[in-house]
């Protein structure tokens, strides 16, 4: 495991404003791991943040609800400020949300008040949570955390709706609704896009409300809805490319089967990157590498 490149990317993103960082997930090969390289790998994150910024981190990965709850006291044990729930790994596609709930709830009641967090993961398959499932399991307070993969904005304002009151935060991953997500209450964004350029999802996030800088908003969601299918093509190589293109020292190197990085995905990320750095320059904002 290339663990100095690891403290870099860390760094990169905080110093990129990231107010929090999500270890440990599909954008780091989780399934591709050993449970002792997941461990290792998220210990490694919390101690370079150093408790500048949240950590969380993925402890589910299938079999019995007491295998599982297990590895979740284990990861909650590297100092993560909630482990991440794996919707699809508590359950089959063919199992009902009455299922997932007993599932969930088992898996509270196995894992001594440790503080978790839901992620609609897309691998294996993707299990969303309902806004009447988060009704049921808020009230336990065992629940801080989600990434959304809902790709609804109506049931994004469902989710926050029924959430108000609880100390929870809702993480839109689909930018395409990254606006609308934060001005209906969402606590940000946890986005492949954030892994390429995070500068550009900070801004949005601290600016989005700012009467002064609407049309910059306007541009800066219409970038990142019109970049959406480039990015998750050959991910996550796509993005180690851009990251070695933005000066990170980083290999290319990764364990999933993905698409190959092709010549004309090397030469549309250059473009975007192109793009990155002019809206960085409009608006205002110094980037964390220097661009390559």
């Not at 950590?55 to 909650?76: H, K, L, S």
């Not at 990170?248 to 010549?263: A, D, G, K, W």
């Amino acid at each position: 495991m290339d663990t100095p490149g690891l403290d870099r990317l860390t760094d990169f993103y905080l110093e990129s404003g990231a107010a929090g960082l999500f270890a440990n997930c599909l954008s780091s090969e989780m399934y591709e791991l050993t449970d002792a390289e997941r461990l290792s790998v998220t210990k490694q994150v919390v101690e370079r943040a150093g408790g500048q910024v949240p950590v969380v981190a993925t402890g589910t990965f299938g079999g019995p609800i007491a295998q599982q709850a297990d590895f979740v006291r284990r990861i909650y044990d590297t100092g993560v400020q909630a482990v991440i729930v794996i919707t699809s790994q508590l359950v089959s596609a063919a199992e009902s949300d009455n299922v997932l709930l007993d599932r969930v709830h088992q898996l509270m009641d196995l894992t001594d008040g440790v503080p978790l967090g839901m992620y609609e993961c897309p691998v294996p398959y993707k299990r969303l949570i309902t806004s009447e499932m988060l009704a049921n399991l808020l009230p336990t307070g065992r629940l801080i955390y989600h990434k959304d993969t809902s790709l609804d904005a109506d049931e994004v304002s469902r989710r926050l709706s029924v959430a108000q009151g609880y100390t929870f935060g809702l993480y839109d991953a689909y930018m395409v609704n990254a606006v609308s997500s934060l001005r209906a209450g969402a606590a940000g964004l946890c986005c492949i896009q954030g892994n390429i350029c995070p500068e550009l999802v900070t801004w949005l996030c601290a600016n989005v409300d700012d009467p002064e800088r609407q049309a910059d908003v306007a541009r800066l969601q219409q970038f990142f809805t019109g970049c959406m299918d480039l990015v998750h093509t050959a991910y996550p190589t796509i993005a180690k490319y851009s990251l070695q293109q933005q000066g990170l020292p980083i290999s290319l190197y990764t364990r999933r089967q993905v698409e190959p990085l092709t010549q004309a995905l090397r030469n549309g990320m250059d473009e975007l990157l192109k793009t990155v750095a002019q809206l960085r320059q409009e608006l205002g904002i110094q980037s964390a590498l220097s661009v390559g």
